[in-house]
């Protein structure tokens, strides 16, 4: 059974950084495009930021240029979300999740939560003073 869990998350000031992981178990993530996604309260799930099976890093959210990058570690089956210079509104649950129809050399120019078929349970990130 193909799993992901997340963890990493926890409580930094602003201007902080938090490195989040994504391990999997039961399938190799070599395999997919993996999609970090957030949710701030009350608001809606949003992507961040996607890394292709040829380790090709797509932005999706603008806050996020310049802050957030996404690398793969295949001797350890795990996608690391790194945040720099944490902001107020980074605060959020952020989720994993895996494409597992994954085509192509690059993640889509849309992050459609509807492609991602197997999803993490999400960790919590806070950003406060």
């Known amino acids: 059974q193909f799993n992901l869990v997340e963890s990493g998350g926890g409580v930094m000031h602003p201007g902080g950084s938090l490195r989040l992981s994504c391990t999997a178990t039961?399938?190799?993530?070599?395999?997919?495009?993996i999609g970090w996604f957030r949710q701030a309260p009350g608001k809606n799930r949003e992507p961040v930021i996607c890394i292709s099976r040829d380790d090709i890093s797509t932005i999706y959210a603008e806050s996020a240029e310049g802050r957030f990058t996404i690398h793969r570690d295949s001797t350890k089956n795990t996608v690391y979300l790194q945040m720099n210079d944490l902001k107020l509104e980074d605060t959020a649950v952020y989720y994993c999740?895996?494409?597992?129809?994954?085509?192509?050399?690059?993640?889509?120019?849309?992050?459609?939560?509807?492609?991602?078929?197997?999803w993490g349970l999400g960790t919590q990130v806070t950003v406060s003073y």
């Open positions: 039961g399938s190799a993530l070599d395999a997919y495009n």
């Open positions: 999740a895996a494409d597992l129809y994954s085509t192509g050399h690059y993640c889509p120019n849309e992050l459609q939560m509807i492609d991602f078929g197997s």
